[in-house]
């Protein structure tokens, strides 16, 4: 239906003397009006025309105000041109249209595009070809060559030329070969419709300078066309494109091939940005709003990457789609991604080389997210790389950087002597700096561990400006005990770092934490540690090697080795090579008591430890039994099973001072003795080789203290006992030879024996006295055992109360029937003879 307003028409006409013929001009001019699908607030116009019956023809030119239809708007809309009216009805000329603009809800699509690729590389190009659509879809003039012609019932309407400026600075034109053309029903071969032979150009305000050829074989057929474009460069994003293929059906779906190569930021930081990108394009457009990228897998090519900080080498990879596309885009949400197979990749953190190799990684763009698996990263020149791997890394784009997690991560940072394993936690990579936050295991990296893994708590490591520094705090991974806090710095472009370790207090306690539980040098040389170890150590490294310190004291530490029970053990041990447990010369132990066979206390050791779990002992001293107990230099090997031989020194040991260690209450010795016990300890435990004991010249006496009455030793005993309770000997030497905890064989050698004060003399006494006796005594016992047995031996009241019992049980026994079996002597029969 159509309606005008105030409708004028002044009409100046002519006509033949036959009214046969008529010519004439009318000017019309009009209020508001409807039409079908269009409305105007005015329009006025002229219109000639001159004629027949057979048709009339003129020129007409009209315009309209304010015309607005449902596809947009225009201030002004002129049309003006040659027209025939008759059988064929025909208009031939140009339509102008000013202040025009497409309708708000044209734009909406194209609109929503603005931000979807935000972070990306083609964010800058993406934006920008979206401002400058709706900057020149906002307000442009037009400029259209037309021709229409319609004869029974059947038409056609030719587009030949078009021409849009744009006040944003916006051209584009379509102008050449046959034109747009639109025939209606009849009209053409296909019964009719739309068909293009053109080509469309855009320029200037923002929009890509293209020409694109346009070629539709027939009414209804595809939209084929060619693109060519020039570079388009917005804010640092810079997109070639080889000639791009389509093929636009007339719904408006389009189908489009290319090559692209993009150079574009990547975030809002300014200093990320990828270069020389480079893929082939197959996209899908919904001609709405629906743009599909890719759906199979694509070869791409890049030539520099650069993200905070971490710059990659050229690279080509393999993309194959996720979620149905590489990229996708509806309605201003960004979807897809990509899924990579194994790659290698090299560049530079900062100005450190890095390879990173791996053997999967995805890239979803919904929420910029990415993982890695079978992470393998080498920083840093080869003779002084940091090696960082991970099982999977995973992460997002952010507008600040990226950041993420990571699991399974296990390296070595340089010629570090520590190998780091089962890392995980949470990594940011913002402005060149990385940082991790996690927990990890801390090995040695020597092939025989001179220490047990320790697990690492509260790590932070960060890499700025080619430079590692990390701190942590070190943990016996069974019993969570705190070992270190350990603090370290590493300059990649040198090789050069250290690290600082501060043990405020190792406390060691029986069925508790022991050290084997942090080193295996400890194993099978002592144990039963009961005490506590504080200090500090310093590791240090260049490319040309490693060196390590360190400071470390216990006091009153009580411990089980293999030369026997130790306790109140004090040192402070100076490290001139800390990771092979390397000590400097001369360092001091002070020991409350040490008892390798003989107990002995407040005693010190001069030592130096050495690699391989060796100590070289350079001498001890004790006091002992009012002389001195003196140890020699030797080395000890505690690295594999073998002899250790130590050899003790006995030198003015008081007899008496020496009983009452042994609780002798009944027996007094008097003599000085010298003597020398050489022990040896290996895995069967410790012996006695050669030990030998003299007293010096004047001899001693043995004499018996104690309470014994005739009632318990009987008359004859009792006599003989009261002759010999105290003796004179002018020599005595005692040969020791036999395990610790084993049978000892002790030679005893008694010459110039007599009888000593408060001994009683008889007759005969007196005779045997004259005569040279020499004793020789083998005593094969326990050696522990053997002190008691000599007790027992001065004590004969030991003797009874022990055995009596067995002897009169035995007496009371009725007899065996045969020859009774001697019960063999715990103690070897003394053997005497006459010597010169």
Known sequence: ????????????????????????????????????????????????????????????????????????????????????????????????????AVAPRRLAGVEALQGSAAGSPVAPLVDAAVQAATRAAKGFAADAVIAVQQRGGRGEAVLSRLALASASGARISLDGGEGLRFAWPGAGASGGGVTLDTTLATQGGGLPQARIALAQARPGAPVRGVATVAPYVVDGARLVVTPVRFSATPGGATAITTRVTLDGPIGSGGKDRVEGLSMPIDARWDGNTRLVVNTGCTPLAVQRLAVSGLVLDPARLSLCPIDGALVQTDRGRLRGGARIAAAALSGRLGRTPLTLNASGATLRLADRGFAI????????????????????????????????????????????????????????????????????????????????????????????????????????????????????????????????????GIVFAKDALQPEALTPLTFGVIADVNGSVSGDGHIAWTPDGVTSTGVFRTAGTDLAAAFGPVTGIATEIRFTDLLNLQSAPGQVATIRTLNPGIPVSDGTIRYQTLPGARVQVEGGAWPFAGGSLTLDPTLLDFSAQSERRMTFHIANMAADQFLQQFDFKNLDATGIFDGVLPMIFDETGGRIEGGDLRVRPGGGTLAYVGDLSQKDLGIWANIAFQALKSLRYQSLRVGMNGPLAGEMVTDVRFAGISQGEGAKSNFIVRRLQKLPFVFNIRIKAPFRGLLDSAQSFYDPKRLIERNLPALIQQQSAPPSPGPAVPAAPSIQPAESRIVP
């Open 373 to 504: 698996d079978g992470v393998q990263t080498r920083i840093g020149a080869p003779e002084r790389v940091t090696r960082l791997d991970f099982a999977t890394i995973t992460g997002r784009m952010t507008a600040q950087g990226i950041a993420g997690a990571f699991t399974g991560g296990a390296g070595q940072i340089g010629n570090v002597p520590l190998l780091l394993n089962e890392a995980a936690g949470d990594w940011t990579l913002i402005g060149g700096a990385l940082a991790l936050d996690g927990t990890m295991a801390v090995s040695d990296a020597a092939a025989t561990a001179r220490f047990k893994p320790v697990a690492a708590r509260g790590v932070s490591l960060s890499l700025v400006g080619g430079t590692i520094t990390a701190a942590g705090t070190l943990f016996e991974p069974v019993s969570s005990t705190k070992v270190a806090d350990v603090t370290l710095v590493h300059a990649l472009s040198t090789g050069i770092g250290r690290a600082d370790l501060l043990v405020p």
């Open 1 to 100: 239906m159509s309606r005008a307003d105030s409708v004028v028409a002044t009409l100046d006409l002519t006509l033949g003397a036959a009214l046969d013929r008529w010519q004439g001009r009318a000017a019309l001019a009009t209020g508001p009006a409807v039409l079908p699908g269009a409305t105007f607030a005015a329009a006025k116009g002229d219109v000639d025309f001159a004629g027949t019956a057979a048709g009339t023809s003129g020129k007409a030119d009209i315009a309209a105000e304010t015309v607005r239809t449902a596809e947009g708007r225009a201030r002004r809309v002129a049309i003006a041109g040659s027209y025939r009216l008759g059988q064929t009805i025909a208009f031939e000329g140009r339509v102008r249209a000013a202040g025009a």
